[in-house]
Structures are given as structure tokens and as C-alpha cells.
């Protein structure tokens, strides 16, 4: 089996190496785009059923809108167009015919009079059809979610992080005042912040994007930031303020209760499987994947091991003994393959992020009792057979804490603070986010971009007080903002 | 409101006044493509998640292939690039300019240099795939379904039967023998008859795909079809025995037990948002929608009464009691509503399918009782609040029954003997199953399809003995099958 390549060494083969040693995906022939093998989806149904509960839990509902949008209504919003128009799949035409010499081609009879492109995202489509739903103050607000595939044609890419076609939800809500809408856009962001701390074990910071990381159309787009283990930033989750930009782009107006027509306010937010590749950097290890519980598919793995065939018998009786007390409450394996010894499974076990292994030998069956082995490290250590269900759920806990533990030291320990601009150029190459008093300047940020490839990642929702007083670290002018400064994937 | 067109006055209106008086779509901008307002989006996610357990319970795991597929993918299985050819949405661009004049257009620049294919379905993309994961006898059985939307350029579109765009599942699966291959196909099969008579109510005919009927590059075509209530077939789900085709045609072997290098066997098998238009077809009335109770997003829903404040506050204090004595085994609707009177409330979810409604009145209030009427009819009964649960669930499974019942009543009905394919056309109008003996014969079955728009629904799987010393009810040659023929969707 391919061995893994360290994170010391090349951190960037260190995930390609832990994706394929995981099996959670492969390369497909589409330029950009990536197979989600199962082990791989079934992360992404975890991440998708929670939310999903989450969204219900607050009042939202799904609905699905067409993958296809006419490229006029692109052009509706200007920034939006400009945002995307670079990067979209267009379809031309509906027909094949035979090729000469072979092969099909696009039928030159079948063009399209408009063309199509495959949906970036869908604010567009969304707001046309609202237009037809919202007369009245009484039709708010929508509280619609969307779970969908979206293409963005994307010249570098990276399997979960950067894909030309991912898999994603997007909400798309629609609000009779500003301050509801504002209060929405703020209450996905938190339902993101505490799903990533809570399901994925992963601390975030909430902020505010500055005006050149804004979504394309959006007033304010409000962000959730992770910190990978090479201080690198990924954002998580964006949740947008989308004031009535769409809505006028698309004259969509509602009559108030007092009998006046205003425009429809709007927030859109959502996250994708890009989280998952966010689960990868920031607690996999250097034996491979390392799944927080909540997220692993296989969450307990029993591991029989016997010499002789009636070792056999009495270990795999007392293993399924073992799975059946535990299979209401975890998802478990029973790894009874004969061709394998012990060690080549737990090798392979670990590799797939497996948070618990339960080792089961003649002498566990004799005390009736099995020995856990903690994918976070530790000493092993033997559970009775009577409570191993609450057994294995404080060792599942645990897990959780240990990996939220780690990322949150990290990122204590790699937020940095820089005196100049010039130290923080010096220092940028060790990675971490680098909070710092800045006079907002989109003309000092294009040129920060532009010399060290690092970017605002959000104002940081808390301690913003703090600028006060402070001079920029780059410009030297009055601090208007904490901003954070990172590489980011 | 709009008012709902009976059946007997239009078949087809009455279908699209059923579909908007319920909420369940939306015509979009976009040709063929329709939109899945939350009502209609939240039956399609009730039948995905039961299919979803029961392909879980059958070993099958879920994954994700590219939307996109290069067009030389589709010539590579002669049969099915014919099929699919010709209803493609193509791909030839990846971004767009600013058009003089305005707006936007495919850049040049940006043509592919291989066009791609939104997927129609995905044989070829996941054999292709499959090719590279399976090297020996080891690696097999695959057991993959895959949840997604494909695209397939229809002309005449018609809202969940046929549009451009739908969502489906599609399962994938390959085997080392034919036979296992042949098992899976019939498996899958039985599976969806179980849920189309279990869950939706829907009672089916199994049977087998004549050879122009089959799906392009399979080898058998198995079939469930449902009869609607103007006595048209509706194919509700295919399992497709694949033999080797596809496994010839990406070249994917396997080195068997024995050291021999043979190719793969293969099947594959889906069911689409179609289903709800089965759904609606076989069960609604001219009332409006009427869903049964395992599909229906609200299956009960409370309707308090109250003339004074007073009763107001005691109707809603036992409507929320009855909802929490509910709640956990059923989806319930309290309609708090102030603004509309009880009989628009009635007349809104009636239309809307809900299967029970629970009326809450004063007088109820006071002999902690409920007032059930059944979407079916009959007449009306008090329910006392001790065992709510209970009788309601009785009265949800004698809502299952009485659809089922009726729709078994209309197929046995209407599954109609013919003595000459003179007597057949001009019966055919009339609607029904034509169940009658077939001398198989691609030639006359063109012709009867030329001249009567019916099909050959399927060689039913049982009852095939009947066909031995008849001879064909058209051709009067000896007959091989017994056929079922009908006008379908």
C-alpha cells in the first residue's frame, strides 16, 4: 500500500496522500471535476443530514430550482455577472449528430437561440421565480434552501477544497425589512459556526468580508474561517446580506401592511463539500484520515483476531455480541475478513479516520471484555462487555474534545501579531492568521494580495474595539478595522 | 382560488390544476424545466428517503459521479449513444464576454476543445471509472446508487412526467457472473414494487421490456408500470440487466477466482421525480391532491375553531395539547391561522393532500375529544384525546388502504381482453391494459404504435404460461408472450 507522505515534508501531497489512502475520492476524466467515492459521500451525507435538521430547526424549508439559467439573467445583476461570468459552464446546444470520420458533435441545427449556463449559484434563477411568489407583505418571508450541484470552471484545482463541479446547499431568503434580513444572514452564520465546532470539531472565527472578498452582488458577506494545520485559512461557510440588490435586478416588490410597494430584501448563504476537505487539514495526522465522530461513517470498528479455527468461532460470537450492543447507538463495522491479519487491519482502519477500534483476542472473550484503541493515541485500554455502549460513547466524546482541543491550541498558538508590514512579509511563510489594525484601503489590500498572495479574511466579529487608537500596520493611517491576513486555500 | 377541472371534463387540465392548486411546481424560464416549490419537493425527499434505507438494507452504498461527461464517452456503447444523442444538452464553453450591444455571450476563446454532455444518465462516466477500481474477482460486487439530476432535452414537457431537467437515483452495480447480475436486476425490481405498493399506495405490474422498449445498451429491461386513473400506463421505475455491454465497451475485466481474465457483468436501475406525477394519477381527485399518508409532508393537520377570544385561547390550549400527543409519530399541522374562516382552511389543505384532518371546536374542547375527517371520505367521528396516537395511526393506515384498494379495483377493471387487433383499436380510447397474447415482432409493433400511439408496456413477469397455443391477438401468428399494450406517459 502507498505510504503517506509526512506533513513536515510537502503538507500539500500530505492531503492528496490521505484523501487516497481514505478512499474518499479519485481523479474523474473531466478536467476539474472529482469522483466522491462512497467513504468520501457518506461524510458529505453526515454533514448534509445535520444541517438539514439545523435549517429545519430554524424555520427553513427545501425546495429545488433548474440547474440551467438563461445568460440574460446573469447580466441583471452587475457585480454578480462580473463576479461569475468568467468561470461558467455554457451549454449551446441540445443535440449530438454523427461526426465525419467517426464520433458525435454538437448538431449545428440544435443551437440554442439563448444559450444557458450550467448554475454558479443560483441568486438569479431564485429571484426570478420570487417575483412570481411575493405579492404581499403576507407571502414573507421565503425561508427556502437548496440542496444542488454547482459548476464553476476553475483552471486550478484541488479535490474537495477547489472542484469545477461541487455539491453544496444554498439558502435563498426573502424578507420585508432590512433588519430581518440582516438578522438572518447573522443567524446562518452562527448555525455554521456552531455546526463546524460542534458535528466537525473545528473552532472557526466569524467575521465580516471586506468589500473586495464580498460575494458578488451581496451587501455583506459574513464568513466562517477555519485554520488548517499549516496556518493556511479556509473558509467554511459564507452566509451574504444581500440588501435589495437581486430584488431590483429582478423588480421584485411587495405591498406593506400600510399599502406601500418596496423592494424584497434577501439574504443567500451556504456551505459545501469543501468542508470536508476542511475536516481532512485540520485533523488528520500523518497515519492518514482522522474523522471527528460525529462525521465518521464507521465510528467503531471491531477487530477480531484469532489463530485457530475455534478461536475463530468464540471471538466472532463474542464480536457480534459486541455490535449488536452497540448498533442502535453507533455506526459499527465487524472487520471479520479471513485474509487479513490484525495488523493489516488496523493499518487500513486508521487510514480510513476511524475514531475507535475495538481489538477482540481469546483472552477479551475469556474476561468478556474488549480492548480500545483511541485513533487520537493513547495507552490502550480494556472495556467490560456489561456498559461498553456508554464505554465507547465517552471514548467517541473524547475524541471530539481531543481533536476540537488541538485546533483550538493551534490557532490560539498561530494567531500572530506584526508590528509592520514588513515583519509580517518576513513571517507570512510559517503560515497562521495574523491579526492586525487596518485602515480599509481596497488599493493597500490589492497590493498586500499582490506581494505575498495573502488576503483579508474577515474582520473578526469580536474584538473590533480593539482597533481603536491603532494605526494601520501596512498604511500607518488610523486604524478602521482588526482585520485577519492569511494564505488561504 | 382557481377552481380544479374535473377528470371527466379533462384528464390533462385537471392534472395541472391538481399540481397548482397543491403548491407542488412552478414552470421556470427555462424550457422543459420546471421549479420544486417546498410542498412538492418535500414528497420527492420522503420517497428518497425510504428508497434510500431500503437500498442501504439491499447492501448498496451512495456515491457521486460528474455531471459532465465528454461526448466520446457516449459513442463508445453503440445502442446508447443512439438513444441519447439526439435529447442532449451540450457544453462547448466555459465562460462569457461582454456582448456588444450588451449582456453577455460564450466567449471563443473559452470553446472546449472536447464538447461535454450534461449526464442523461451516467452508465458511461461510471464504467469508465469502474474500469480503473476493478482489477480482480476481489473487487466485486460494486454496489453503488448515486442520487442526482440529469437533463434530457424533451420537446413535449409535462410537470414530473417529463421535463428537460429531473432528479433521480441511478444504481450502478457490477458483477463477476451473468447470473448474479441477472439476480441484482430482479432484486432491484421487486424492490420497487414493494414501495410502490407499500409506501405509495401504487399497485404495479412487473414485467419485462420488449427489445425496442429497452433501455439504450441493456439486455433486459425490467419494468414496473402503473396503471393512472384514465386507464394511460405510467412506467414508474426500470431495473436494466446490462450483460456486458458497457463492460465491453470501457474494457473493464477482471481476473476471475481462477486466474482468467473476464469482462464485467452489469445492471443498473432508477426511479425519477416521476413518481410523483404517479403519485398524483393514480390517487388525487377532483377535489385536488390526495396523498398517502407515508409521502405526505403534513399528514395531519389541526383545525381549531373558536368564535370568541375565550374559545380561542382554550380551542389553541388543546390543539397544541393534541399536536404534542402526536408530534413524535406523525407530521402535524397546527393551522393557527386568525385570518381565514374554518372552510377555507379545510378547502386549503384538502387541496393540498393532507390525508387527516382533526377539527377542534369548543365542544370539543370540552370532551377532550377531536373531530377526524378522513381526506377519502366517509363520514365524520369523534376521536377521544386519551389514544389520539393510536386512532390516528389507524386512521392513516385505512387511508393507505383505501387507495390502495381503489387503484387495485380500477387495474383488475380495466385490464381488458381483446379478440382482434381490430376490436383493440377500437377499445383503445376507451383506456385499459390490454393484456393480450403477441407473437414478438418489431415490425408490427412499430406499426401498432404508428397507428394507435400504444405500446407494448411490458411482457408481464407473471402469467406468461396463458400465452402457450394462443396465437397473436394482431398477427395472428403463434404467440410468444403474453403483452400488456396501452397508451402511456
Redesign the interface.
Known sequence: MDSITTREQDYSQWYLDVLAAAGLC?Y???KG??????HG??V??LIRNELDRRFRDTGH???????????????KEAEH?EGF?????????????AAEG?????DPA?RLEE????RPTSET?IW??YG??IQSWRDLPIL?NQW??V?R?EMKTRPFLRT??F?WQEGHTAHATSAEAQAEARQMLEVYASFARDFLAIPVTEGVKSASERFAGAVDTYTIEAMMQNGWALQAGTSHFLGQNFAKAFDVTFQSATGEREHVWATSWGVSTRMVGAIIMTHSDDTGLLLPPAVAPIQVVLTPIWKTDAEKATTLAFADEVRAALGARFRVKLDDRDQLKPGAKYFEWERKGVPLRLEIGPRDVAARSVFAAVRTGGKKYGIPFEGVADAVAAALDGVHTELYRRAAERRVQRTLRVESYQEFKERLEGGGFFLVPWHDDAAWEARIKEETRATIRCFPLEGQEEAAGKVCFASGRPATHMAIFARAY
Open positions: 479519485d474523474s476524466p473531466v471535476c472529482m469522483v466522491l467515492k462512497p459521500f457518506a458529505w451525507d424549508v427545501n425546495a429545488y430550482f433548474p440547474l440551467l439559467i438563461p445568460v440574460s439573467f446573469l447580466s455577472v461570468a468568467k468561470e461558467c459552464a455554457v451549454v449551446t446546444h441540445h443535440r449530438l449528430r467517426g464520433g458525435v458533435e454538437p440544435s444559450p444557458l449556463v450550467i434563477i426570478h421565480m412570481q411568489w427556502i444542488a450541484n459548476v470552471w469545477t463541479e455539491l
